[in-house]
């Protein structure tokens, strides 16, 4: 496998009227990964053609996008780009009626020493085309302008069982990341951590939450739909493209 080479990095693409970040792939060397930083809208054709260029330049093999809607997919497909991940998208509003919170599982607020924990959880909990590095997590935390981190624990001496990063934007709440240890996972941590993010996107004045998981993680989506989410059709997906990079 190649290693990273010189120049790749993360940077921001500023075409335009678009902004979009561009950064090695977390888990697999010669993969950038293209995020879109204002989401909802399609970006130009010659936006898009410029980030390739860029990738290119880096010597990056191959491109992907984060998980983009159909419309904002268009110009990707146009310019070349496969789909290669479908994910399922889900919502519910952030007051309708919650499940009771599973008294056994404690949570707390995630602190700086608790990220080599959460990094370990994300990599046991998540195939590795999905899991987090270190930049990866710090992007999620930036992801919106107000978050929180939280962890949780079947006890207070017990091992980190799982963390959520949930979101907010405007009356919009997000579920931006849920792990679970698999050797915790049916103990409640997972609800204990989707109600605590959306307590706290309601308390705020969110009103509706929104999550998206691959649409062959069945556990998560049995999870999120026991507790109220309903799919919102036809969901999103992960865009592919080999570059000429030499």
Same mark, same amino acid.
């Given at each position: 496998?190649?290693?990273? @080479?010189?120049?790749?990095?993360?940077?921001?693409?500023?075409?335009?009227?678009?902004?979009?970040?561009?950064?090695?792939?977390?888990?697999?060397?010669?993969?950038?990964?293209?995020?879109? /930083?204002?989401?909802?809208?399609?970006?130009?054709?010659?936006?898009?053609?410029?980030?390739?260029?860029?990738?290119?330049?880096?010597?990056?093999?191959?491109?992907?996008?984060?998980?983009?809607?159909?419309?904002?997919?268009?110009?990707?497909? @146009?310019?070349?780009?496969?789909?290669?991940?479908?994910?399922?998208?889900?919502?519910?509003?952030?007051?309708?009626? /919650?499940?009771?919170?599973?008294?056994?599982?404690? /949570?707390?607020?995630?602190?700086?020493?608790?990220?080599?924990?959460?990094?370990?959880?994300?990599?046991?909990?998540?195939?590795?085309?999905?899991?987090?590095?270190?930049?990866? /997590?710090?992007?999620?935390?930036?992801?919106?302008?107000?978050?929180?981190?939280?962890?949780? @624990?079947?006890?207070?001496?017990?091992?980190?069982?799982?963390?959520?990063?949930?979101?907010?934007?405007?009356?919009?709440?997000?579920?931006?990341?849920?792990?679970?240890?698999?050797?915790?996972?049916?103990?409640?941590?997972?609800?204990?951590?989707?109600?605590?993010?959306?307590?706290?996107?309601?308390?705020?004045?969110?009103?509706?939450?929104?999550?998206?998981?691959?649409?062959?993680?069945?556990?998560?989506?049995?999870?999120?739909?026991?507790?109220?989410?309903?799919?919102?059709?036809?969901?999103?997906?992960?865009?592919?493209?080999?570059?000429?990079?030499?």
């Amino acid at each position: 496998m190649l290693g990273r @080479r010189s120049g790749q990095k993360s940077v921001t693409l500023r075409l335009g009227n678009h902004r979009l970040r561009l950064r090695p792939w977390a888990s697999e060397t010669g993969t950038g990964l293209l995020i879109l /930083l204002s989401s909802g809208s399609a970006v130009s054709d010659a936006a898009v053609a410029a980030s390739i260029e860029s990738a290119t330049a880096q010597g990056y093999l191959r491109i992907r996008t984060s998980a983009l809607s159909y419309i904002e997919a268009e110009p990707f497909l @146009r310019a070349g780009f496969q789909p290669i991940q479908q994910l399922a998208l889900l919502s519910r509003p952030t007051q309708s009626e /919650l499940l009771g919170r599973n008294g056994a599982v404690a /949570l707390r607020r995630a602190r700086r020493r608790d990220r080599p924990s959460v990094l370990a959880v994300d990599h046991a909990a998540f195939e590795p085309f999905w899991q987090l590095d270190p930049i990866g /997590l710090q992007e999620a935390l930036r992801a919106t302008p107000f978050r929180r981190f939280r962890v949780a @624990r079947q006890n207070s001496d017990s091992a980190l069982a799982g963390y959520a990063i949930s979101g907010r934007s405007g009356p919009s709440g997000y579920l931006q990341r849920l792990a679970i240890s698999p050797s915790q996972q049916g103990q409640g941590a997972g609800t204990a951590l989707v109600i605590d993010g959306l307590m706290w996107m309601a308390r705020w004045g969110a009103t509706q939450a929104w999550v998206n998981t691959p649409q062959h993680n069945t556990g998560a989506l049995r999870l999120y739909e026991r507790l109220g989410f309903e799919p919102i059709p036809p969901g999103l997906q992960v865009l592919e493209l080999e570059t000429s990079a030499p």
